[in-house]
């Protein structure tokens, strides 16, 4: 059952992901800011013109220092730190 749910969530955008993080009682706070140790900070990386965008970081530089208080799978870890980051606001500069 813990595999079809997971399957499941993958499937769902990101404002039904949210509902369901909700319900779960999952709360993700934002500790900080680090550069990204795959790009070195420069949101780029070798390939292409002038390169391509990180795979980490996605151009933002940065990557968010996460806690996560509640149940969570390790699975579902990366793929939703990293759809976090998109969706918050990194420091200006």
């Not at 699975?75 to 606001?89: A, K, P, V, W």
């Amino acid at each position: 059952m813990a595999l079809r749910a997971s399957d499941r969530l993958k499937t769902l955008s990101q404002p039904e992901q949210r509902v369901v993080i909700e319900a779960l009682e999952l709360k993700v706070q934002i500790l900080g800011w680090k550069p990204c140790t795959v790009c070195r900070g420069s949101g780029k990386s070798r390939g292409g013109t002038g390169g391509v965008s990180c795979s980490m970081c996605r151009m933002v530089k940065v990557i968010p220092l996460l806690r996560i208080d509640g149940i969570w799978s390790s699975d579902f870890d990366m793929e939703r730190g990293e759809q976090l980051m998109e969706s918050t606001n990194p420091p200006v500069g």
